[in-house]
Each structure stands twice: as structure tokens, then as C-alpha cells.
Antibody, heavy 118, light 109 residues
Framework: QVQLVESGGGLVKPGGSLRLSCAASGFTFSDYYMSWIRQAPGKGLEWVSY????????YYADSVKGRFTISRDNAKNSLYLQMNSLRAEDTAVYYCARGPDSTAFDYWGQGTLVTVSS | EIVLTQSPGTLSLSPGERATLSCRAS???????LAWYQQKPGQAPRLLIYGASSRATGIPDRFSGSGSGTDFTLTISRLEPEDFAVYYCQQYGSSPGLTFGGGTKVEIK
């Protein structure tokens, strides 16, 4: 069965960096676009970034452009999010999700919490 | 960027009742690339509907989606106890901004 497992969250000071990982299994990872989506405490969902199956196409939300970098390693079935210059407003649960494709985001990980605070 | 507005913000209903949730887009959603997700406290969102009206794998047929252009609806024909949750719509046809609506909470009356 499809599984997505995020890791790498934690407490970081404003201006700091963090790298999130997402380990995928149960499907051919290299066939799918992958995304990061976040949810601030008590708030709604916000799409952060996506990367095409080959890694050749990448998009970011304006709120993270220039600070976050998405990448993938198809040989390791893994997705990454390098987060630099973190701000308090980046505090959220970060979800890894399969997609988007014609079936939207059809599988999600359980999420990893990132807290940016001094 | 397409803005999605969900209404109502909260829907108070009893088990067995019908729930009708609305999602309105600020401009036409490409090829009906509109999805609905369900989220329960402490859990990741779960895909219910994609392509405006197609049910995702394993989703009961009491959930149905309809609409096109700028107006979309999620209907739960008869609420089960496990259906009380927050529901989000999302458009995924207009890159790069893959926007979500603000959510509708369906609570027990």
C-alpha cells in the first residue's frame, strides 16, 4: 500500500534552517509529481511547493519562494524540502503528498511539525 | 491566483441529515480540476472527490461532488457519525498556485 512518511521537523530559531524528508513506498515514486503542503496550528491548508516526476519542473508558493527548495531522489524514493531563513509564520505541520495529477493529491503522509520560535 | 470561498463556515447537523457544502472560485476552474478533502482532528487530509465529481478509492457513495466553472458542491446524503469533520475544496488546474478553500466544519447539532 502507498505510504508517505515525513521526518525532520522540530524547533528552530527565526532565521534558521531545517530539512524535511519524505520516504515513499508502495508505488513507483519516479512516475509521480510530489508536493509539500502545510497547515499552521488551527488554520487551513496551504500548498507550499511541487516537483515533477523527473524534477525538471518546480513551483513554489509566493510565501516561500527564494527561501525553500524542493528536491527529490528517485533512486531513494525520497522527497525533500530545504527550508532556510525560517520565520515564525512558517510554523506548521508539513505534509508530503502525492500529486498533483488528474486525481489531485491522492495520498498524504502523517505530517511533521515545524516550530519557529526563539 | 484563484481564490476559493467555502460556505458556510460551520454546518450544524444531526446524524442522518443531508449536508450541502459550497465552494465558489474567483475565476473558472480549469477542466473541473476541483477536489474535496476531509480532515479529522490530528489527522492528515483524505481525498474524497477529484475532477469535481469522481469519488476517490474507497470513498462511500453517500459522498458526491458536482459543479463546474466557478461553483462546486459537496453533498453528503446521510451523515454518519464519522463524517463530522472539516472539509476543504482545492483547485489543481491552475499552476503554480494550487489553492485551498478556507474549510467548512460539519459539527454535530
Amino acid at each position: 500500500q502507498v505510504q508517505l512518511v515525513e521526518s525532520g521537523g522540530g524547533l528552530v530559531k527565526p532565521g534558521g534552517s531545517l530539512r524535511l524528508s519524505c520516504a515513499a513506498s508502495g508505488f513507483t515514486f519516479s512516475d509521480y509529481y510530489m508536493s509539500w503542503i502545510r497547515q499552521a496550528p488551527g488554520k487551513g491548508l496551504e500548498w507550499v511547493s511541487y516537483i515533477s516526476s523527473s524534477g525538471s519542473t518546480i513551483y513554489y508558493a509566493d510565501s516561500v519562494k527564494g527561501r525553500f527548495t524542493i528536491s527529490r531522489d528517485n533512486a531513494k524514493n525520497s522527497l525533500y524540502l530545504q527550508m532556510n531563513s525560517l520565520r515564525a509564520e512558517d510554523t506548521a505541520v508539513y505534509y508530503c503528498a502525492r500529486g498533483p495529477d488528474s486525481t489531485a493529491f491522492d495520498y498524504w503522509g502523517q505530517g511533521t511539525l515545524v516550530t519557529v520560535s526563539s | 491566483e484563484i481564490v476559493l470561498t467555502q460556505s458556510p463556515g460551520t454546518l450544524s447537523l444531526s446524524p442522518g441529515e443531508r449536508a450541502t457544502l459550497s465552494c465558489r472560485a474567483s475565476q473558472s476552474v480549469s477542466s473541473s480540476y476541483l477536489a474535496w478533502y476531509q480532515q479529522k482532528p490530528g489527522q492528515a487530509p483524505r481525498l474524497l472527490i477529484y475532477g469535481a465529481s469522481s469519488r476517490a478509492t474507497g470513498i462511500p457513495d453517500r459522498f458526491s461532488g458536482s459543479g463546474s466553472g466557478t461553483d462546486f458542491t459537496l453533498t453528503i446524503s446521510r451523515l454518519e457519525p464519522e463524517d463530522f469533520a472539516v472539509y476543504y475544496c482545492q483547485q489543481y488546474g491552475s499552476s503554480p498556485g494550487l489553492t485551498f478553500g478556507g474549510g467548512t466544519k460539519v459539527e454535530i447539532k
